[in-house]
């Protein structure tokens, strides 16, 4: 679906008979301890990358769903917390439950520009167990929190340590991933959204019915994962590496192979502790990085809806608090259905917008429903509602959509901590639409969100035309450089190696096609950009991903 320009600039062997074997570089490899190790020719065949991208996927993915899971979980407790008595038992009067509500969503927007900092200048495996004890502790506190202070006190502190996880999360897909490999992974992690909501549900259910003289059950559920999430956090140290130069779990031979698949990203293959200003000007002044930031706040100011109807279409269906629990389930299961299958197609076809536009259609469709059904209609309803879990899976194609066009570490965290910052602005913004003069229909607020809805799918589409405009600007000045106008990436290539010779790609004319002295001085370029973590503009090799 997308055109699939790739880099005539990597290093590729082709056999008359067979696909591609190698990939072959020469450069010098540093160890976990930074001195040099190999220098020479570095071939990766494709069974190498499978085995690494294998143990990549046992050893470090299961630790990002572990722990996103447990942030979609600590963070979902309040809103069950609040049908089991947590505002009777603190006391909670008028808005104070929905001041609760909210300081999780202003610490991650306040917390935003220290977020990019502290996202370049620790690395992943000292500051990840920061903040999942972080966050653990606070939720811990809320088990014993019994005012509106202590909440609002406990809850900002969750918020604030939570406001690092998906900026980092990015960060250490596209450190250890390929770009074509990316949006499943951040699927991966990223639909725990689903399983929080069913788990939360089922936690809330069960430690309900359990009679304890001092605890109410709620507590007991805030303190059993707060403790959870603070072992993880102690293990997480343990468990994780920085980056493929010093994955433990990989041999000396496999940690450079590993190095060498991923340079093809173009997007910088370590977490450098340097932080540039440069790149942060960069990320503030061009106009890509305020149409993410535009499609996060459109998006998460519409998902206030399932936060608003939810529990009046489920109040309609006269069950017990109880059943009324257990039917948000569903909710979490179309959630992570729509997750993993859009972000699977999206690398699939190798296109993520096309994708974003398809699940938007059925939240607007969804809206459409709820804004012109009577309330009668409590079956209609209540399928409008689920639809508009397919919501849930545009933030993961957004989050891999930046990664995959941001080059340079200090901007990637800042662009990724912006968008972090629009979802929290967009949740914090959302319940505003919808006041109590309104009720029981709701109507100008759904009319609003249908309008959000609507003005997301074009400002998507204004994505798409902007980044063809940037990669028909590189094209230009990778002419005026001297250098051929079309470029092969690899990046997204399904596997290692499934493009043809260097240069002889089919949509590389052939006057662009380049020689072996051309080839090397190529990879001497590419070498040199990886070293000096150029950002996306600054590389004129970079190739912008619809």
């Not at 993880?232 to 994780?240: C, K, S, V």
């Not at 999206?346 to 059925?362: D, E, N």
């Amino acid at each position: 679906m997308a055109a699939d320009h790739s880099d005539p600039y990597e290093d590729k062997i082709v056999d008359n008979d067979m696909r591609i074997e190698h990939i072959r570089n020469a450069g010098k490899i540093i160890d976990t301890n930074g001195g040099p190790v190999f220098t020479g020719d570095i071939e990766v065949t494709e069974a190498d990358s499978r085995r690494i991208v294998r143990q990549t996927d046992i050893f470090i993915l299961p630790l990002l769903i572990w722990v996103y899971f447990l942030q979609i979980l600590d963070k979902s407790l309040l809103g069950f917390a609040a049908s089991y008595g947590l505002k009777t038992y603190a006391h909670l009067q008028g808005n104070q439950y929905s001041i609760v509500g909210s300081m999780n969503a202003i610490a991650q927007l306040a917390w935003m520009p220290f977020s990019s900092y502290l996202l370049v200048r620790i690395t992943p495996r000292r500051l990840m167990p920061i903040v999942v004890i972080g966050w653990g502790a606070s939720l811990t506190g809320m088990a014993f929190s019994l005012s509106f202070s202590s909440l609002v006190a406990t809850r900002f502190l969750l918020g604030l340590f939570e406001a690092v996880c998906i900026p980092l999360f990015t960060i250490i897909t596209s450190i250890w991933y390929r770009r074509a490999e990316q949006p499943l992974r951040v699927a991966a992690w990223y639909s725990t959204n689903g399983f929080g909501t069913i788990f939360a549900a089922l936690l809330s259910w069960a430690f309900a019915h359990i009679q304890h003289g001092k605890l109410h059950g709620y507590q007991i559920t805030f303190l059993a994962c707060g403790l959870a999430t603070l072992v993880t956090g102690a293990l997480i140290h343990w468990r994780l590496d920085n980056n493929a130069s010093e994955a433990r779990f990989l041999s000396p031979e496999d940690r450079i192979k590993a190095t060498e698949r991923l340079r093809v990203n173009k997007t910088g293959l370590l977490a450098t502790d340097v932080f540039k200003w440069g790149q942060v000007f960069e990320a503030f002044l061009e106009l890509k990085m305020w149409l993410f930031f535009a499609m996060a706040l459109l998006l998460n100011v519409g998902a206030s809806v399932i936060n608003v109807f939810g529990p009046l279409i489920l109040d309609g269906l006269n069950f017990d608090q109880s059943t009324l629990t257990l039917l948000n389930m569903p909710l979490g299961a179309v959630q992570f259905i729509v997750i993993l299958a859009s972000s699977y197609a999206a690398q699939h076809y190798k296109i993520k917008s096309i994708f974003l536009l398809i699940i938007v259609i059925p939240v607007i469709v969804g809206m459409a429903l709820l804004y012109t059904t009577p309330e009668s209609s409590t079956g209609v309803r209540l399928f409008a509602y689920y639809f508009m879990a397919f919501l849930f899976g545009g933030n993961p194609l957004i989050v891999s959509w930046v990664a995959a066009n941001t080059g340079g570490l200090t901007k990637k965290s800042v662009t990724i901590s912006a968008y972090n910052a629009a979802s929290a602005a967009g949740n914090i913004i959302g319940p505003y639409l919808f006041t109590t003069a309104q009720a029981p229909r709701y109507i100008q607020g759904l009319r609003d969100c249908l309008g959000i809805f609507v003005a997301l799918f074009c400002v998507v589409i204004m994505q798409m035309a902007n980044i063809m405009v940037l990669n028909h600007r590189k094209r230009r000045q990778r002419v005026r450089n001297g250098k051929p106008e079309y470029v092969t990436d690899l990046s997204m290539a399904r596997e290692f190696h499934e493009v043809a010779e260097a240069g002889h790609a089919n949509d590389v004319p052939a006057s662009e096609r380049i020689g072996a002295d051309e080839l090397s001085r190529v990879r001497e370029e590419q070498e040199a950009a990886v070293q000096r973590d150029l950002t996306d503009q600054e590389n004129d090799q970079f190739v912008y991903l619809l």
